[in-house]
């Protein structure tokens, strides 16, 4: 056990609460020898593992290459939203793309969520789920907005999970007096991310996928058979799948432009009595704001607050996260000034300019999917099973993904950084000002 009192931290993981309160610390060997496949997968977060488990599932011989631990990355430390529908709202995706198209992606953003609960389902996987996600109006010009979102989902999309509630309820339902009307959502769910990751691999593994671990990627080239290379071993396969989203770095130069990789941060608190965690989250949902750089948080399973708040735009993180997400929960519930914080950390992400996935092909038999833009739960683990539908040659709903036009950060990966920042500090003084 640690000095506050939790389980000690999953070896090669970052220390989060998540990490202390792993279901599991298998191990897997790290590549040192040339094996071949029929898929090559780099990354072993929701992406790869729903690949490599579908995959598996139809009798592909499946390789997964992770350069760190399965679930190291943004898949073991995010806020554990699994929420419908896209990045995007449905009215922005209509203006976007036309009603035919974002009618489309709502069916898919639902779908996505009905496959994480399977998935939980069908394979045991062990990882809190709970179900609701309340998004809260952090200004009054929100609030409309929401009202009018819930009215568009339940009238045209027919999803009648979904309601609008005003100020007085939704402050008897959050112990916060910042936010002016909620909508209620009971056909999205909330997780512990780490276990949901593993629990994929476990099944993953189970159903004859060879994880490699430590066994990062210094190159490959597509062709029949692809060749994956690492430091001391190398994949022979027929098809591969590209899984890295915020950490691909220089590996693939034809992807890196359309992603940026930020960092966001969360917080753990000491496990908090029933009368306080009622009063903070009274149905237990997950909850967001609609601010850019938007709090959400949840209730873990042994009664912690989990809040996110904050992001930067460097390579490197805050030098005491804790205090760093601290005050964002502060400005949200100040009667926590006296709660011990036990866990602060950090994870990567990738965004798209436009906010939407992007999902494609490099060449015949190269795969990708990144750029979840903080959506990623729910919409990787579908894109992995998008994926692996189009490896065995059923396209339909790869080609929707695949046709959503994703632009190139101006600049590209020279130049995006200042651009953002730029972008992001003028939304970050809009979060601040007016109402």
């Given at each position: 056990m640690s ?7 999953f070896?090669?993981?970052v ?8 279901n ?7 590549l040192?020898?040339t ?10 977060g ?9 995959l ?21 430390r995010?806020g554990?939203?699994?929420g419908?529908g ?10 976007m ?14 779908a996505a969520?009905g ?6 389902s069908?394979h045991?996987i062990?990882?809190d789920?709970?179900r609701g996600?309340?998004?809260l ?5 929100h609030?409309a ?6 009215a568009?989902?339940r009238?045209?999309y ?38 949901f ?9 189970s159903?004859?996928?060879?994880f ?9 080239r597509?062709g029949s058979?692809?060749r994956?290379?690492?430091a ?6 027929k ?14 130069p ?7 990789p ?5 917080l ?5 009595s029933?009368a ?19 709090n959400?948080?949840?209730l ?6 989990i ?5 930067n ?12 997400v601290?005050?964002y ?9 006296g ?20 999902i494609?092909?490099?060449e ?8 979840y833009s903080?959506h990623?739960?729910p919409?990787?683990t579908?894109?992995?099973k ?5 490896v065995a ?12 036009p994703?632009p ?5 990966t020279?130049?995006?950084?200042p ?9 970050g ?7």
């Open positions: 000095a506050n009192g939790t389980a000690d931290i070896p090669g993981h220390e989060s609460y998540y990490a202390a309160s792993a599991t610390t298998s191990a897997y060997p790290s040192e020898t094996v071949d496949a029929d898929v090559c997968i780099i990354g072993a929701y992406t790869g593992l729903s690949s490599a488990l579908h598996a599932e139809r009798g592909y011989k499946v390789v997964v290459l992770e350069a760190e631990r399965v679930g190291w990355g943004a898949s073991g995010n554990g939203h699994v419908v896209q990045r995007r709202g449905q009215d922005d995706l209509e203006h793309f036309g009603l035919d198209t974002a009618r489309q992606l709502w069916d898919m953003g639902v969520v496959l994480v609960e399977d998935l939980i069908r045991g062990q990882c789920l709970k996600i309340m998004h109006a952090a200004k009054r010009s609030d907005d929401l009202e009018q979102e819930a568009l989902l009238q045209r027919g999803y009648e999970q979904i309601q609008y509630i005003g100020r007085d309820q939704a402050r008897s339902l959050v112990g916060s007096e910042r936010y002016y009307g909620a909508q209620l959502d009971s056909g999205s769910l909330h997780l512990h991310p780490l276990n990751a593993l629990g994929l691999a476990d099944s993953a593994a159903a004859g996928v060879e490699y671990e430590y066994s990062r990627v210094t190159g490959y597509g058979p692809c994956v290379e690492t001391k071993g190398q994949v022979n396969a098809n591969v799948i590209l899984a890295c989203n915020g950490y691909l770095g220089r590996l693939e034809r992807l890196a432009g359309k992603i940026m930020i960092n966001n941060f969360v753990a608190t000491e496990p908090l029933e306080l965690a009622k009063e903070l989250i009274g149905n237990d949902y997950a909850l967001q704001d609609t601010l850019f750089v938007i959400y948080w949840k873990s399973g042994d009664n912690r607050l809040f996110g708040g904050g992001e735009y460097t390579s490197r993180y805050p030098q005491d996260v804790r205090s760093f601290r005050k929960m502060l400005r949200v519930y100040p009667q926590l000034a709660t011990r914080i036990d866990f602060g950390w950090g994870g990567t992400l990738a965004i798209t300019l436009n906010r939407m996935p992007h494609g092909r490099l015949p038999n190269v795969y990708y999917a990144q750029g903080g990623g739960v919409t990787a579908f894109a992995g998008v994926i692996a539908e189009a040659g059923t396209e339909e709903r790869f080609d929707v993904l695949a046709q959503i994703t190139t950060f101006p600049g590209g020279l130049l995006r950084w651009g953002l920042v730029a972008g992001m500090l003028y939304y003084l809009k979060d601040k000002l007016g109402s």
